[in-house]
């Protein structure tokens, strides 16, 4: 998800610097606003009033810059824990001092109500004294436009007004507003609350609003868990990805994004630093699939409307990826910020809009596939959403020997790749399907030409020296990309052995270690890549339970999954050699892989559940 730039210059013992590094973050969000909250209790990212908008709070990019939404304790030494309430968004964060103990409780609204999902622009945090007499110091300063914008403080009787940003801000509380404003501590005694509200106002009691809304939020998670369909292993670690998942998607448009945050670097003080708050078409088709192995259709549809919008039918192509209202302008901009732990450039925006990727078009009709032909859904499927699949294969027929700048999004460099060539023939797999299920003969014919002409360009890509599929016709690279020939079914009709000799060539080539993979091993803009990138570890994992090796695709998955933060969030990429996380946090790519791995090993045991331990 790049576009280019010169290779920023290594700190001399910066391996050192960042040594174990983990995001010390727990995400809350209600699919109209995503925040992030660190183990400080300080709300160190929130953009606000759209996922892709400016930061309110954004200490994560900037210390000085940011602002800073803290309850934080006066003693200079503390402990600190941070977990999730079971099967829910809602967080909790326990500060421990000398002085005392206290708890903060975050959450963002989400419940049915008047038929609707309300899901206001609010933050509600709780403060609730377990022992002793704490002393706190409650900050909150927001900011707009990137830290540009410091706005004015209005103090009411029980609220204060922050004004100078796109609409006001509100801080509704019962603690003393002159210790806020002059971030002056106290002695916790009763419990505090906060209600943080962008435009519209909290209206109703505080204390008694918080309660209700806490108990609905709490209920809505825990029945959405409740019916979520669940592989046999891994129960707990799919069960916060698909939380992590649901609350990824914009629920006004439908538009699912990348990633909550842009800018944190792949790998220390290379400038692979990007805005991932944007809806790539590739990544909302994994998503959507791992939420179907859940049991939930509700975002797909969603996403159709999404894709609906962006009309399709008047393009010459799509775009990688779109703003969350279906606005193709990403104009990538680079911002006066200091940069998470001084990493820099901070962009804003995504250069890879202007590139051209053909993969989108298959996984717009995988992502949809279910719509036609799921029994459950296919009610709905309609004259103008079949559409969506003649258009897609249209554009497959048209661009099937078109090269592009692939999975990785190379700058200056295309190929025919046998990514897209995999997509194409999936994509016009999943169009016959549908045609084939709503009588569209001529539609079923169209689809399968695709997909034999997909097929035979791909074997153009197949290395007789490597014994496998390799990054683009013409070429001996590997890439660990297509892994998914097999977890897609395309070695379906042809010898076992030859899916084990794809996976041996990408071990040999693209492993750093047991279970830890580079995307691919030539250069690119910055050089080598360092960290392994976890997708691709999932990829590997799932392919080799679907070669018949579950319990190694376990063992190496349970490594994987070590990765994770203290919350269980995760990341795009893991430095071997110094045990880190980085990349953009938390990664859907990540959650969505940990998601099929399981589903697939749990697949391949083949063992009643009382068996599995």
């Given at each position: 998800?790049?576009?280019?730039?010169?290779?920023?210059?290594?700190?001399?013992?910066?391996?050192?610097?960042?040594?174990?590094?983990?995001?010390?973050?727990?995400?809350?969000?209600n699919?109209?606003?995503?925040?992030?909250?660190?183990?400080s209790?300080?709300?160190?990212?929130?953009?606000?009033?759209?996922?892709?908008?400016?930061?309110?709070?954004?200490s994560l990019?900037?210390?000085?810059?940011?602002?800073?939404?803290?309850?934080?304790?006066?003693?200079?030494?503390?402990?600190?824990?941070?977990?999730?309430?079971?099967?829910?968004?809602?967080?909790?964060?326990?500060?421990?001092?000398?002085?005392?103990?206290?708890e903060?409780?975050?959450?963002?609204?989400?419940?049915?109500?008047?038929?609707?999902?309300?899901?206001?622009?609010m933050?509600?945090?709780?403060?609730?004294?377990?022992?002793?007499?704490?002393?706190?110091?409650?900050?909150?300063?927001?900011v707009?436009n990137?830290?540009?914008?410091?706005?004015?403080?209005?103090?009411?009787?029980?609220?204060?007004?922050?004004?100078?940003?796109?609409?006001?801000?509100?801080?509704?509380?019962?603690?003393?507003?002159?210790?806020?404003?002059?971030?002056?501590?106290?002695?916790?005694?009763?419990?505090?609350?906060?209600?943080?509200?962008?435009?519209?106002?909290l209206?109703?009691?505080?204390?008694?609003?918080?309660?209700?809304?806490?108990r609905?939020?709490?209920?809505?998670?825990?029945?959405?868990?409740?019916?979520?369909?669940l592989?046999?292993?891994?129960?707990?670690?799919?069960?916060?990805?698909?939380?992590?998942?649901?609350?990824?998607?914009?629920?006004?448009?439908g538009?699912?994004?990348?990633?909550?945050?842009?800018s944190?670097?792949?790998?220390p003080?290379?400038?692979?630093?990007?805005?991932?708050?944007?809806?790539?078409?590739?990544?909302?088709?994994?998503?959507?699939?791992?939420?179907?192995?859940?049991?939930?259709?509700?975002?797909?549809?969603?996403?159709?409307?999404?894709?609906?919008?962006?009309?399709?039918?008047?393009?010459?192509?799509?775009?990688?990826?779109?703003?969350?209202?279906?606005?193709?302008?990403?104009?990538?901009?680079i911002?006066?910020?200091?940069?998470?732990?001084?990493?820099?450039?901070?962009?804003?925006?995504?250069?890879?809009?202007?590139?051209?990727?053909?993969?989108?078009?298959?996984?717009t009709?995988?992502?949809?596939?279910?719509?036609?032909?799921?029994?459950?859904?296919?009610?709905?499927?309609?004259?103008?959403?079949?559409?969506?699949?003649?258009?897609?294969?249209?554009?497959?027929?048209?661009?099937?020997?078109?090269?592009?700048?692939g999975?990785?999004?190379?700058?200056?460099?295309?190929?025919?790749?046998?990514y897209?060539?995999?997509?194409?023939?999936?994509?016009?797999?999943?169009?016959?399907?549908?045609?084939?299920?709503?009588?569209?003969?001529e539609?079923?014919?169209?689809?399968?030409?695709?997909?034999?002409?997909?097929?035979?360009?791909?074997e153009?890509?197949?290395?007789?020296?490597?014994?496998?599929?390799?990054?683009?016709?013409?070429?001996?690279?590997?890439?660990?990309?297509?892994?998914?020939?097999?977890?897609?079914?395309?070695?379906?009709?042809?010898?076992?052995?030859?899916?084990?000799?794809?996976i041996?060539?990408?071990?040999?080539?693209?492993?750093?270690?047991q279970?830890?993979?580079?995307r691919?091993?030539?250069a690119?803009?910055?050089?080598h890549?360092?960290?392994?990138?976890?997708?691709?570890?999932?990829?590997?994992?799932?392919?080799l339970?679907?070669?018949?090796?579950?319990?190694?695709?376990?063992?190496l998955?349970?490594t994987?999954?070590?990765?994770?933060?203290?919350?269980?969030?995760?990341?795009?990429?893991?430095?071997?050699?110094?045990?880190?996380?980085?990349?953009?946090?938390?990664?859907?790519?990540?959650?969505?892989g940990l998601?099929?791995?399981?589903?697939?090993?749990?697949?391949?045991?083949?063992?009643?559940?009382?068996?599995?331990?």
């Open positions: 998800m790049s576009s280019s730039t010169t290779p920023l210059a290594k700190p001399e013992g910066q391996q050192a610097e960042f040594k174990n590094h983990q995001y010390q973050q727990g995400l809350i969000g699919c109209a606003f995503l925040a992030l909250i660190d183990k209790t300080n709300v160190s990212w929130l953009c606000w009033p759209r996922f892709d908008s400016s930061f309110i709070f954004g990019l900037d210390n000085k810059k940011g602002g800073e939404f803290s309850v934080k304790p006066h003693a200079a030494e503390y402990t600190s824990h941070q977990s999730y309430i079971r099967n829910t968004n809602i967080l909790r964060t326990r500060i421990e001092t000398a002085e005392g103990v206290y903060v409780t975050d959450f963002a609204p989400r419940f049915t109500l008047f038929e609707r999902y309300h899901k206001p622009l933050l509600f945090r709780k403060v609730k004294k377990i022992s002793g007499r704490p002393r706190i110091i409650a900050r909150c300063s927001p707009g990137y830290g540009e914008v410091i706005p004015g403080k209005l103090m009411g009787s029980n609220h204060i007004r922050y004004e100078g940003l796109e609409r006001p801000v509100r801080l509704t509380t019962n603690a003393s507003l002159t210790y806020i404003q002059e971030e002056q501590p106290f002695t916790l005694e009763d419990d505090i609350y906060f209600v943080l509200s962008w435009g519209i106002p209206e109703g009691p505080l204390e008694t609003t918080f309660e209700d809304f806490f609905r939020t709490e209920n809505y998670w825990q029945k959405w868990i409740e019916h979520c369909h592989p046999r292993v891994f129960q707990a670690e799919v069960i916060r990805s698909a939380l992590a998942l649901k609350i990824h998607q914009y629920e006004d448009t538009a699912i994004i990348a990633s909550c945050t842009t944190l670097p792949e790998i003080h290379e400038g692979r630093n990007w805005d991932y708050r944007f809806c790539w078409l590739r990544d909302t088709f994994y998503t959507l699939s791992a939420l179907h192995f859940l049991g939930h259709f509700e975002e797909m549809e969603k996403y159709a409307h999404f894709v609906e919008n962006i009309d399709i039918e008047d393009l010459e192509n799509l775009q990688p990826c779109y703003r969350i209202d279906g606005s193709p302008f990403l104009t990538e901009e911002l006066p910020l200091a940069g998470y732990l001084g990493n820099q450039p901070v962009r804003i925006g995504n250069q890879a809009a202007q590139q051209i990727q053909h993969d989108a078009y298959g996984q009709l995988m992502a949809l596939f279910k719509l036609y032909t799921d029994e459950r859904l296919i009610h709905k499927a309609n004259t103008r959403s079949l559409r969506l699949v003649e258009r897609n294969l249209s554009y497959i027929e048209k661009y099937m020997e078109t090269p592009d700048n999975v990785w999004e190379f700058r200056g460099k295309q190929a025919l790749h046998s897209a060539l995999m997509f194409h023939w999936a994509g016009s797999a999943a169009a016959r399907t549908v045609a084939k299920k709503l009588g569209k003969i539609l079923e014919e169209r689809a399968l030409r695709s997909m034999n002409r997909a097929e035979a360009l791909l153009k890509c197949f290395s007789e020296k490597k014994k496998a599929y390799t990054q683009a016709v013409g070429s001996e690279e590997i890439d660990a990309s297509i892994l998914q020939l097999i977890t897609m079914g395309f070695f379906h009709n042809k010898p076992v052995e030859m899916a084990k000799d794809l041996r060539a990408v071990e040999k080539e693209l492993m750093l270690e279970g830890f993979l580079i691919y091993k030539h690119d803009d910055f050089g890549q360092k960290s392994a990138f976890l997708v691709c570890s999932f990829w590997y994992i799932e392919a339970a679907n070669v018949g090796e579950a319990e190694r695709a376990a063992e998955l349970n994987v999954i070590g990765t994770a933060n203290h919350v269980g969030l995760m990341s795009e990429d893991f430095d071997v050699e110094n045990r880190s996380q980085w990349g953009n946090f938390p990664q859907t790519y990540s959650h969505v998601i099929n791995c399981a589903f697939a090993i749990d697949r391949a045991l083949n063992k009643p559940s009382f068996l599995l331990s």
